[in-house]
């Protein structure tokens, strides 16, 4: 365990006026310094009381009471840190905490950095590095299926699939070691078949890991979505409906969107960033030629294309670029306009995910909704598969992949097994490199850079 020195505080609530406000402290002089502050009703001590333990009091500054508080105490290991830890209950105004936490900085705590406490977690062995780094996207999960895939890696889920993996990976690994010091020996439980067999195994596992990745960014992340078409499509009023309200200004007259309108909204559960887009179309308006030219820049750089048709027009040459540009990224094709009569050759969009609505009538958002998750991939998920949570695993296990293919590509041609070793070992180290057993200081500052402070 990581003996840290000092003794770390910080507001463990948000900022902002609510029922309760925490301060939480934790290092080896946790108990010493509450003591200072926080006098119990019943004149008992923190230092004297066993862990998982509450007292009623109230909290002092300058030895004059500040507020009425519930001091919640941990014994080290028995806690978050896995060190001492005593959390200060008082009335959550923002000056009450703020003062809380001053007396308590002046009974000897340093004020926490972003993550510290989860740092020490990891530190103290209470979490690996991947636990450590579901921590944020739990606290930030904003749908069902992003908080169970938050609390299955948190809880372990990948950690243990990961070390299934390398064990299997360390024992072939030794194998060979010995096998490559006596070849001359029958050593039964080695041959080329069974490295072969734990090679394959490996790399399964390692696929299963990966394969869900961009569907579960998408549940954390949200998606970049841009909606486009020509004008008069009925673009904004889709914008409206997702949104929920009259976001963009709806009229009969083409070219009314000239800049960039943005909303963030919820479907299902996935976060779009919409932007609706000026109409696309050549224009002598220089200001509309501008917007247009935005849009273009749009289209290229969105994650998610909501592509708009009007059904009763026939399409054009416009509509045809844009068809043409659903077929290379993600894209929804919406015909709108049901309610009136065709006149557009819905056949040019074969083999695109398409919908058709009457985007006016405000029904069809079940439809959105379920057209969004398919095409971002989300639709099969229930999260409680194990997904990986930042681009750090990701890469981390794409490497350690790429190590057992090489691994296997050289076994299959005839490479001494020295050489086979030396992937096996390289494919070991990312997967020690994951889960934070093996890793650079600079790495681990990175993961708990993007931390809350009090977390
Ligand atoms: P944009 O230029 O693509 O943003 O299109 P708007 O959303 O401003 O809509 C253009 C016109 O089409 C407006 O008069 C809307 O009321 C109309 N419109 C939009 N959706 C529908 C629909 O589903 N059916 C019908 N009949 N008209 C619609």
Known sequence: ??????????????????????????????????????????????????????????????????????????????SYTGEDVVELSVHGGNYLVREALRAVLNAGARVAFGGEFTRRAYENGKMDLMEAEAVMNLISADGEKARRAALSLHEGAASAEVQKIRSALLTAAAGLAVFSDYPDDELPEFSEETLMGTLNEAENGLSALLKNYDAGKVLREGVDTVIAGRPNVGKSTLMNLLSGCR??????????????????????????????????????????????????????????????????????????????????????????????????????????????????????????????????????????????????????????????KEAKRLLKSGYTLDTVGVCLDDAINELLSLTGERVQNAVVDEVFRKFCVGK
């Open 1 to 78: 365990m990581t003996q840290n020195n000092d003794t770390i505080a910080a507001v463990a609530t948000p900022q902002g006026s609510g029922g309760l406000g925490v301060v939480r402290i934790s290092g080896k002089d946790a108990f010493l310094v509450a003591d200072k502050v926080f006098r119990a009703k019943n004149g008992k001590k923190l230092s004297e009381i066993p862990g998982y333990t509450a007292l009623f009091g109230k909290v002092f500054r300058n030895d004059e009471p500040l507020d009425e508080a519930v001091a919640l105490v941990f014994r080290a290991p028995k």
């Open 247 to 404: 976001r963009s200004i709806v009229t009969a007259i083409a070219g009314t969107t000239r800049d960039v309108v943005e909303d963030t909204v919820r479907l299902g559960d996935i976060t779009l960033r919409l932007s609706d887009t000026a109409g696309l179309r050549n224009t002598p308006d220089e200001i509309e030629r501008l917007g247009v030219e935005i849009s273009r820049e749009k289209i290229q750089s969105a994650t998610l294309l909501l592509a708009v048709f009007d059904l009763s027009r026939p399409a054009d040459e416009e509509d045809l670029a844009l068809l043409n540009e659903c077929r290379h990224r993600p894209s929804v094709v919406i015909y709108n306009k049901s309610d009136l009569t065709p006149e557009f050759d819905t056949s040019l969009g074969d083999g695109l995910y398409s919908i058709t609505v009457c985007a006016e009538d405000g029904g069809s958002l079940a439809l959105f909704e379920k057209a969004v998750a398919t095409v971002c991939g989300t639709e099969h998920l229930s999260g409680s598969e194990t997904l990986l949570c930042s681009e750090r695993q990701h890469d981390c296990c794409r490497r350690a992949m790429d190590y057992v």
